[in-house]
């Protein structure tokens, strides 16, 4: 079985735009979003839902007022100053558990916290496995690992023989967990220089964690001369741009319509698009 | 003041709004910019950076000839940062949160704490605008610790801008947390309507007040609009989807820069903030 995530470093570059299509194309493989902060592929697949999952990570620690006698060791010892007037702010508490273990009267709880859901879903391209991440939630990570680790084992038991991630922007804790142990990354980029700047950063990761990496410049005729400056450091970085895309309305209005571009578009954009994806089962091999 | 610039989605403008609110002021402002994973302000902004700090996290280090093997530090740690095995202790430093509690609990005082660097701020200034900046290290999963060091320089005597990371999830609220007002940045389409309700969900969580800025008007749907409308959510500007402000931006120009007409229009929405702000003060 093979694995193929589609990262970016910089948001809105088209990564979900493009997962979407690559599902149309290719058609009965695995999908799973692993963009769990703000998951959006299920808007252009319209998936059943079949089986949803609590996700229950980390604790918050909670004080009885009743029996706390505000010695304040609790504040003194907290590294990351979720205790104040001996109330805890659950939104600082990062869960350690020090605070709880050292209360001399055990006036400190610490609570179990449902922190987002996770999701099996029918396309008519094939399963889904996504999640949704609850509001000012921490572990984005390890829920992007229990996607994968779901994606892999549905994939296993039906026999299909590729899983297409969508995957998170940025490079911190849930791109890495996106990206470990994956056959190939797909980059989307587009040729602005912050789009540059997040590419060289991304592009770190994959070799830091040794996947492979090829990359897809979009909306590439917004500056062609950025978008060859992208391609001579690809190649200086070793990661081949595959597929350049032009800009074109026909990404939102597909979106709006609620259907993956390529089976909305009949101009050059489903084409290249099309012929990117034959260059990813190339490279996945 | 304290404002900072935020989206569910990314890539709806937020760099934009941040970089061209702080350059239509001018003076008495700071611009922090603390997507930490990305940070992409000083492209546009051409800091001069003057000062630069490592971020370091306390990771735990053994003393193996004081060590027992009782395995106290393991069971405490919530992040299976740190092994103990029958006669040695596995460090995983990338794991580790830093929150003491191996070294604090040990009971023959065998741990101590080093510092591992995470990531970098530095700070600087650009024409009048005095500029921060966190960068995570690559390879590195945990911005938090860059955030927090960065946030340490706001002076809340001026307008402090911030610029945060997409998303919903723990980098988003350390960096808006402690804002006078939030501007969240979208665009008129399902993504951008779904990702913009879950960052209304965290604000409306962190009880900060908020706005939105609707970027590229002009393809798209009238689902943000609607919904904005609905939640009683004030659209505060709208940016036209328009080839020459995406040239400009691919060329690393901020808009009040390459289109200097859209000063004005962000110096009136930075009243239109202030306004906001004060009345809630009142209420």
């Known amino acids: ?285 | 003041m304290i404002v900072s610039v935020a989206s569910g989605k990314g890539g709806t403008g937020k760099t934009l709004v941040a970089t061209s609110l702080a350059l239509s002021l001018e003076r008495k402002v700071q611009l922090l910019d603390c997507d930490v994973e990305e940070p992409d302000d000083h492209v546009f902004l051409r800091p001069v950076i003057a000062a630069r700090e490592s971020v370091c996290v306390a990771v735990p280090s053994v003393d193996e000839d004081k060590c027992t093997h009782c395995g106290l530090c393991s069971e405490v740690c919530a992040y299976h940062a740190i092994a103990a095995l029958k006669s040695s202790v596995l460090v995983f430093p990338e794991l580790c949160h830093g929150c003491g509690a191996c070294s604090y609990l040990c009971p023959e005082g065998a741990i101590s704490e080093v510092a591992r660097e995470v990531g970098v701020v530095e700070t600087g200034f650009s024409y009048g605008i005095r500029f921060g900046q966190g960068r995570l290290n690559v390879g590195e999963a945990m911005p938090t610790p860059v955030i927090r060091k960065l946030k340490q320089h706001i002076d809340p005597e001026g307008t402090v801008v911030i610029d945060v990371s997409p998303g919903t999830s723990c980098p988003v609220v350390e960096s808006i947390k402690g804002s006078d007002f939030c501007l969240l940045v979208t665009e008129p389409t399902p993504f951008g309507l779904y990702d913009l309700a879950m960052a209304v969900d965290v604000v409306r969580r962190l009880e900060i007040p908020s706005g939105v800025v609707l970027n590229r008007v002009g393809v798209g749907d009238t689902g943000v609009e609607e919904y904005c409308a609905s939640q009683n959510i004030p659209i505060l500007l709208t940016i036209p989807l328009d080839a020459r402000i995406a040239q400009h931006y691919s060329r690393g120009i901020a808009l009040v820069e390459a289109l200097p007409e859209w000063r004005g229009r962000f110096l009136e929405l930075l009243e239109r903030i202030r306004g906001m702000v004060r009345d809630r003060a009142r209420r």
């Open chain 1, 1 to 285: 079985m093979r694995e193929v995530v589609v990262l970016s470093g910089k948001g809105g570059t088209g990564k979900t735009s493009l997962v979407a299509s690559f599902a149309a194309i290719a058609g009965g493989k695995l999908l799973a979003d692993c963009d769990v902060d703000a998951p959006d592929l299920h808007l252009l697949l319209s998936p059943a839902i079949e089986e949803e999952n609590e996700f229950w990570s980390g604790r918050v620690a909670a004080i009885d007022a009743g029996k706390c006698t505000e010695c304040g060791l609790c504040q003194d010892l907290c590294r990351f100053d979720a205790i104040k007037e001996f109330k805890v702010d659950p939104m600082s508490c990062e869960g350690c558990g020090l605070c709880y273990r050292v209360c001399p009267e055990e006036a400190i709880a610490m609570r179990d916290c449902l922190s987002g859901h996770w999701f099996v879903s029918r396309t008519r391209y094939g399963p889904l496995v996504h999640a949704k991440l609850g509001a000012a939630e921490e572990n984005s990570g390890r829920l992007v690992a229990v996607v994968r680790q779901h994606a892999r084992s549905l994939a296993e038991e039906e026999g299909l023989d590729l899983i297409i991630t969508d995957g998170p922007p940025g490079i911190g804790c849930p791109v890495i967990s996106s990206l470990s142990g994956a056959d190939l990354a797909l980059l989307v980029t587009e040729p602005t220089l912050s789009g540059i700047h997040d590419l060289e950063r991304v592009l770190g990761v994959c070799n830091h964690f040794g996947v492979p990496a090829v990359v897809c410049v979009n909306k590439y005729d917004i500056n062609e001369q950025n978008a060859r400056r992208i391609e001579s450091f690809c190649t200086d970085f070793g990661a081949e741009v595959v597929s350049k895309i032009p800009m074109d309305n026909v990404f939102t209005e597909a979106l709006v319509r609620r259907v993956p571009v390529v089976e909305y578009a009949g101009n050059g954009v489903s084409a290249e698009i099309r012929r990117l994806w034959d260059a990813v089962v190339a490279k996945l091999g």
